[in-house]
């Protein structure tokens, strides 16, 4: 059985991944944002791993986040299953920058490099990335006029462009990215459309089976079938860039 940390665990999708991996009898680390949300997993604590505490906006609780991923044990599979959608105005985190790009982009990228490299890497992305800019110009939204739907949008676009770089530069890691679809959890919304178990079960399927399908590397997914993110994020050059980029604005590199 295999050991998975999952960032965003106390509910949506995270949730269910969580409570469907547990149920495979997989050893699942669970996340919380803050003491308080804990209680949102006090149904699968105990079958748990761990539960490890912090808020994905804030760097400083970040890297105490990877931290404590560390002081578990090796993971075998890390999905990066933590977002967030549609801020209405250019929220600041701690360190200055916009919210969501700290927590959908920059959060995921730290936590690649802090934590022990794992066998699988899963990272959340959405069918919105590909109508956004695929500048890197202003990443964080320092420059420009707020557009929550442009920041979400291109917040996905770099997720997924960093699964495929790691693919690229981490050989030995599965690495892959995943569009849920449009579904059912507090972030899509009630009347969302799409599957929502499917939503979940391809994080799952990505990151613990055994099916050869699945055990592969470099991948845009969505209900478990293979498909083509924008093609931005499949050019090794908007890649490294982008990690350059990313290197940057956390103080962090990836190598």
Do not use: C
Request: proline letters at 5%; zero cysteines; hydrophobic letters at 45%.
């Amino acid at each position: 059985m295999a050991r998975i940390f999952i960032t965003g665990s106390a509910d949506g999708l995270g949730r269910a991944a969580a409570r469907t991996l547990l149920g495979e009898g997989h050893e699942v680390v669970l996340h919380v944002r803050t003491p308080e949300r804990a209680a949102a997993v006090a149904d699968l604590t105990a079958r748990a791993a761990g539960v490890v505490v912090g808020d994905l906006s804030s760097a400083v609780e970040t890297i105490a986040l990877a931290d404590q991923v560390n002081s578990i044990g090796r993971m075998d599979a890390v999905i990066h299953n933590a977002g967030t959608y549609l801020e209405p105005e250019r929220a600041a985190t701690p360190e200055g920058h916009a919210r969501t790009v700290a927590v959908n982009t920059l959060a995921p990228y730290m936590l690649t490099a802090l934590i022990e490299r794992p066998s699988r890497l899963v990272y959340l992305s959405s069918g919105m990335h590909r109508g956004s800019s695929s500048s890197l110009h202003d990443v964080d939204w320092t420059e420009r006029r707020w557009s929550a739907g442009e920041a979400y949008a291109e917040s996905k676009l770099y997720i997924a462009a960093l699964a495929l770089a790691i693919a690229r530069h981490w050989p030995e890691v599965f690495s892959n990215a995943v569009d849920p679809g449009w579904v059912a959890t507090k972030m899509g919304g009630p009347g969302a459309p799409d599957d929502l178990e499917m939503g979940h079960l391809t994080q799952t399927w990505l990151a613990a089976s055994n099916d050869p399908a699945a055990m592969v590397s470099g991948g845009y997914w969505y209900h478990r079938k293979r498909g083509m993110p924008a093609p931005v994020a499949l050019d090794p050059g908007f890649q490294d860039q982008l990690l350059g980029r990313l290197a940057e604005l956390t103080g962090i590199p990836l190598f």
